[in-house]
């Protein structure tokens, strides 16, 4: 597990995290030992990724306790979700609740930021110099690839939309005076005639110049 700053980043995704838990509450319900649940991973319970295991299961909210394992409310739902929306609601809501993800989607609610976008987040969030940003920046893209539904199903965030130019609008001539308003686009003779017209406007303004 690495952290960055003060917040630690999960080794296991999101969707083995749920798949994890999934079995072990089809095997033994909403709670089990450590060695239940080694043994219906896999996995050694006295090895080393086992712990990490353990350890990315409660960063991602989904278990607690220490001798005996107990699903949260989070866990609960994902172990009990169905394929489809059922289950995709249920990871985005687990998602949220893990701290530097919840920080990152508060600032990126609707799309996945960009890479560089992303490190200035993480600096911004973290504090953490840019050498260990660096070096958490693939695995939290991929806990955030993993953790979002996207076109109908996991596998990311929907992509940040492209940056469209601002429309264009063509140059034109506006002339507002009590008597209406003149629209012109602007070319060398219509710049002439506006210029004519102000004359003659400022003329009438003035009125008959007394002898």
């Known amino acids: 597990m690495i952290r960055i700053g003060g917040y630690a980043v999960p080794d296991l995704s999101l969707a083995d995290a749920a798949a994890a ?3 072990a509450h089809r095997a033994y319900g909403p709670s089990f030992s450590r060695e239940s649940f080694a043994g219906v991973t896999g996995l050694n319970s006295r090895g080393g ?14 278990a607690e306790g220490r001798g005996t ?3 949260t409310s989070g866990g609960m739902r994902l172990a009990r979700a169905k394929p489809g929306e059922e289950l995709d609601a249920a990871m985005i809501e687990a998602a949220r609740a893990m701290p530097l993800l919840k920080e ?5 609610p609707d799309s996945a930021p960009r890479r560089t976008d992303l490190a200035l987040m993480l600096a911004e969030i973290t504090g953490a110099d840019a050498g ?14 993993d953790a979002f539904p996207a076109n109908g199903g996991r596998g990311g965030l929907r992509p940040s939309p492209p ?6 609008q063509s140059a034109g001539i ?13 070319t060398p003779g219509n710049l002439e005639l506006a ?17």
């Open 104 to 108: 990152i989607t508060g600032r990126s």
């Open 21 to 23: 838990v999934q079995k």
């Open 195 to 211: 210029a004519d017209l102000l004359r003659r406007r400022a003329a009438e303004m003035q009125g008959p110049v007394s002898g």
């Open 163 to 168: 940056t469209l130019p601002a429309p264009t």
């Open 132 to 145: 260990r940003i660096h070096s958490a920046l693939p695995q939290v893209q991929r806990l955030l690839a």
């Open 174 to 186: 506006e002339l507002s005076f009590s008597g209406g308003r003149l629209s012109l686009p602007e």
């Open 69 to 71: 394992i107990r699903l």
């Open 49 to 62: 990724w086992f712990a990490a295991v353990i350890a990315s299961l409660r960063l991602w909210g989904l």
